[in-house]
């Protein structure tokens, strides 16, 4: 069974920074992408970046493009998302989320496994 824990969320102040971790285990293959979304309590879920095997990225939220940066460690099964300049409206919870793929780029759907999630929370 394919379980998914994040870490490294916490309280930040404005414009600073957070690494998020997405440990994964039970995988039966090799091939899978991890993604990353968030979700403000009341809204819908936001999706922010997913990551192939080979380390192919793709980031969907604009508001993340240039302070978001996703990253993959295979031998350590872990996926991290660096975030810069953190600002309020980056307060949410944080969840990582896998999918089975062979596909050489990555897309924020369909994905089927979920971490219980990680919350960010920004403020002076």
């Known amino acids: 069974q394919v379980q998914l824990v994040e870490s490294g969320g916490g309280w930040v102040q404005p414009a600073g920074s957070l690494r998020l971790s997405c440990a994964a285990s039970g995988f039966t293959t090799s091939s899978y992408h991890i993604a990353w979304f968030r979700q403000v309590s009341g809204k819908e879920r936001e999706e922010i970046s997913c990551?192939?095997?080979?380390?192919?990225?793709?980031t969907v939220v604009d508001s993340g493009k240039g302070r978001f940066t996703i990253s993959r460690d295979n031998a350590k099964r872990t996926v991290s998302l660096e975030k810069n300049n953190l600002q309020p409206e980056d307060t949410a919870i944080y969840y990582c989320?896998?999918?089975?793929?062979?596909?050489?780029?990555?897309?924020?759907?369909?994905?089927?496994?979920w971490g219980q999630g990680t919350q960010v929370t920004v403020s002076s």
């Open positions: 990551i192939t095997e080979s380390g192919s990225s793709t």
């Open positions: 989320a896998t999918k089975t793929s062979t596909a050489s780029v990555c897309n924020l759907q369909q994905y089927n496994s």
